[in-house]
Structure formats: C-alpha cells, structure tokens
Nanobody, 114 residues
Framework: QVQLVESGGGSVQAGGSLKLSCAASGYMFTACGMGWYRQAPGKERESVSYIRPDGATNYADSVKVRFTISQDNAKRTLYLQMNSLKTEDTAVYYC????????WGQGTQVTVSS
C-alpha cells in the first residue's frame, strides 16, 4: 500500500524558512517522479517543484531561487526547503508520486504572515 506522509508545515513570518518532508512507503521510491504541489484557498492546486527519477528538477517561476527540492533515497523521503517565504506562499502543500499510478499525500498547511 502506497503511503505519502507530509510533515514540516507550520506558521512563519514573511522572510522565514520551513522545510517540508514527505515520507514514502509501499513502492519503489527511486523509480518514480515526485513533486510538491500547493493549493491556496479559492485557488486551483498548482505545481511547485518536481524531481524526475533521473534527478532533474524544475520549479514554478514564483518559487525559483527560494525553494529547493531534494530527496534522500535511503530514507525514502522527499524534501522541500523553502526560504524567503512570502505571504502568497500560504497554502496546503501536497506531495505527489508518479509511478504507474499517481499518489498524493494528505497535505500540510503552510501559513506565512506579514
């Protein structure tokens, strides 16, 4: 059974940092592309960052330079380091794994105050 469990969300002031984690189980971690997505109130879910099985990464323009995606294969964990946070980064952040099927975590709330 595939499970993705996010953690690390919370409340922070603008300019601060948070590091999200997504612990994965139940599938071959290194064979899947993985990404971070977010959904703000009243908005559609959007892609934040993605890492392919070959290690290539991409970022939404709004988070480039500020966010860094990484993964620890031994720990089967995906990370998102978020620096210089802005109020517009406030959202629920979701982890996603793209294997033969697509799997989602339950989400973790990130709130950035001014």
């Amino acid at each position: 059974q595939v499970q993705l469990v996010e953690s690390g969300g919370g409340s922070v002031q603008a300019g601060g940092s948070l590091k999200l984690s997504c612990a994965a189980s139940g599938y071959m971690f290194t064979a899947c592309g993985m990404g971070w997505y977010r959904q703000a109130p009243g908005k559609e879910r959007e892609s934040v960052s993605y890492i392919r099985p070959d290690g290539a990464t991409n970022y939404a323009d709004s988070v480039k330079v500020r966010f860094t995606i990484s993964q620890d294969n031994a720990k089967r964990t995906l990370y998102l380091q978020m620096n210089s946070l802005k109020t517009e980064d406030t959202a629920v952040y979701y982890c996603r794994a793209d294997c033969r099927s697509t799997y989602w975590g339950q989400g973790t709330q990130v709130t950035v105050s001014s």
